[in-house]
């Protein structure tokens, strides 16, 4: 599909219709939230499918997304504001940043493309390439939050529905924050105002870590590790409740003790185990597994659900390739168990001191991690994607921009169904994924759907 398809109509900046009584001028930013200050930011985009006898015209559709968009604003108004990077006085390396609420705006953009399909988008084993333009902000580095917007939206109209991409910096929230940002939008376009889950602006700073954070560099710009990755590529892959249900047996069999290994655990694992073996890298290459995990419940005092910014710790799992390909799924269960069962309120406040410690050190490694011999889980199948109705019914489908499009990078989702099931988005190199589509122990779990699909992508390949 020609990328020239998709016509740009026009681009906007949506601010709050008002302020809050008790709006913060600035928005002080945790170790947590500058940690990604040098990586792109996050996109999620949903796919609807608009029946014909929709009562809506583009026209009436757009304008009322954009009355919402002002109006949940209200709410959500740090996100109209931007970045501000100041020095430390008397400090030449030393900076700290800031939102500064002052609402500047939202981007808005729409577009057309009524030459793509909804099954255009829904049907391909490999998300088509196009798909990358239907974000905003596509190549904004979080740190760009300065100057251009913390969060852009596309409406994008396709020949039988709508595909609303969405980006955000990942410096103002983590994805929970992202989620629950797109279901109150979704909410006030359905006319639900109030919305039921108002977020919660007061950032979690620990004794040690009070706010400026400031960072040990001349400017912020010195974290940027400007490069071009090779171009992966990007597969959708669907896993049954009932698929999962039996991975996660087979895992806790394994162990042999009836220890509990989650769902979630065991299929991180046999996808750390298959990825491995596709990439084929010596037995004694040292090889990590990069699990993301919600801070809020774990924290003691809790905090709020509904707690706006970065709250969360990536967890990281170490072996050898020979541990991964020879040990069975159960071993690989317990090594991601254990990482996951250790944050409790004193490893994670211990990690902020740590952090904290080696700052100049972990924000340069930060910007530079991904390489072929780590992956990285994110996104979560208990995010509520589904449930963002924006008042024409249930998305199809989700998926993610160019920024996530990495090797190794893996996007969680839940399946379409719910009930339990997950969709994988796996990027890889193009020979690492030839390889994975040939590997019979991932191709027995996934869908039969995904079965077909790779079937017809491999004889397509052979044409």
Same mark, same amino acid.
């Given at each position: ?31 947590? *939230? ?40 209200? +709410? ?13 006085? &008397?400090?030449?390396? %030393?900076?700290?940043? +800031? ?20 099954? &255009? ?30 969060? %852009? ?11 609303? %991409? ?62 071009k990755p090779p171009v992966p590529k990007v597969a959708i892959f669907h896993f049954t409740s009932e698929s999962i249900a039996k991975l996660k047996e087979k895992a806790n069999k394994d162990t042999g003790n009836n220890k509990t290994i989650s769902s979630f655990q065991a299929l991180s694992g046999l996808v750390w185990r298959c990825i491995t073996r596709a990439r084929g890298f010596p037995e004694t290459d ?7 995990? *919600? ?11 509904? +707690? ?51 700052? *100049? ?17 994110? %996104?979560s199948p208990k995010f509520d994607l589904y449930g963002c109705d924006f008042g024409w019914g249930k998305a199809v489908a989700i998926r993610s921009g160019k920024s996530n499009n990495l090797d190794g990078i893996i996007m969680a989702y839940p399946g379409y169904e719910g009930e339990g099931s997950v969709d994988l988005e796996i990027s890889l190199l193009p020979v690492t994924m030839s390889k994975l589509l ?26």
């Open positions: 599909m020609p990328t020239q398809s998709i016509s740009q109509i026009s681009t906007t900046l949506v601010v709050p219709v008002s302020l809050p009584a008790n709006a913060k001028e600035r928005v002080h930013l945790t170790t947590w *939230d500058v940690n990604f200050i040098a990586i792109r930011y996050m996109q999620m985009g949903h796919l609807f499918r608009l029946k014909l006898e929709s009562p809506w015209s583009m026209d009436e559709i757009f304008d009322r997304l954009k009355r919402a968009l002002a109006e949940v604003l209200v +709410y959500y108004y740090p996100l109209a504001g931007r970045f501000v990077i100041e020095k430390v006085k &008397d400090n030449d390396k %030393g900076v700290f940043t +800031y939102i500064d609420c002052a609402p500047r705006g939202v981007e808005l953009v729409r577009a057309t493309a009524k030459e793509i399909c909804v099954d &255009d988008i829904l049907r391909p084993l490999f998300v088509p390439h196009f798909v990358r333009n239907l974000f905003p902000l596509d190549r904004a580095v979080n740190l760009d939050g300065h100057t251009v917007p913390l969060v %852009g939206i596309k409406v994008t109209e396709l020949a039988d529905g709508i595909f609303i %991409g969405c980006s955000h910096n990942h410096v103002v929230g983590d994805g929970i924050s992202f989620t629950n940002f797109l279901n109150s939008f979704a909410e006030v376009s359905r006319g639900v105002n109030p919305i039921t889950q108002p977020p919660v602006h007061e950032r979690w700073f620990s004794d040690d870590s009070p706010p400026p954070i400031v960072l040990p560099f001349s400017k912020m710009e010195d974290l940027l590790v400007r490069r040292l090889v990590t597994c990069h699990l993301t995990f *919600d801070n809020r419940a774990r924290l003691q005092p809790p905090c709020s659900p509904n +707690y706006y910014g970065n709250n969360l710790t990536a967890i990281v799992s170490y072996a050898t390739v020979g541990e991964i390909l020879t040990n069975d799924l159960g071993w690989i269960g317990e090594l991601l168990k254990k990482k996951v069962v250790a944050q409790t309120d004193g490893p994670i406040r211990e990690s902020v001191v740590q952090w904290l410690n080696n700052r *100049d050190k972990l924000m340069m490694a930060h910007s530079s991690m991904f390489d072929d011999h780590n992956i990285f889980f994110v %996104g040939l590997d019979d122990e991932f191709m027995t779990v996934i869908s039969p759907t995904s079965v077909k699909q790779r079937q017809s992508t491999i004889f397509q390949s052979k044409l």
